[in-house]
Nanobody, 123 residues
Framework: VQLQASGGGLVQPGGSLRLSCAASGFTFSYYTIAWFRQVPGKEREGVSCITSTDGDTYYSNSVEGRFTISRDNAKNTSYLQMNSLKPEDTAVYYC?????????????????WGQGTQVTVSS
């Protein structure tokens, strides 16, 4: 089982990035996918979640309206489109997968995790 997060980088405030999470080794379409982020010294924060069946999406208040989560089950990949980025979005972003719903996803320890990709928003 592997989740490979990519697409991070350095971007100016107001800019955009699209993160990808490529999955292998399990039936991707069965799994709920979530994105988390973490800043050193702070707790991990749930950013967004998308369910396996209906594709229902959930967002934290801090990213609602700016970030969009999606998935392409044919490509075994999830995406996190991040627009209007702010310096406070700077963090390492992780994708995770589990056979659960998105309810309380931010408090759940997902079964599978990617290695993280750094996003830095700075001028």
């Amino acid at each position: 089982v592997q989740l490979q997060a990519s697409g991070g980088g350095l971007v100016q405030p107001g800019g955009s990035l699209r993160l990808s999470c490529a999955a292998s080794g399990f039936t991707f379409s069965y799994y709920t996918i979530a994105w988390f982020r973490q800043v050193p010294g702070k707790e991990r924060e749930g950013v967004s979640c998308i369910t396996s069946t209906d594709g229902d999406t959930y967002y934290s208040n801090s990213v609602e309206g700016r970030f969009t989560i999606s998935r392409d089950n044919a490509k075994n990949t999830s995406y996190l489109q991040m627009n209007s980025l702010k310096p406070e979005d700077t963090a390492v972003y992780y994708c995770a997968a589990d056979l659960i719903t998105c309810f309380y996803y931010e408090k759940v320890e997902f079964d599978y995790w990617g290695q993280g990709t750094q996003v830095t928003v700075s001028s």
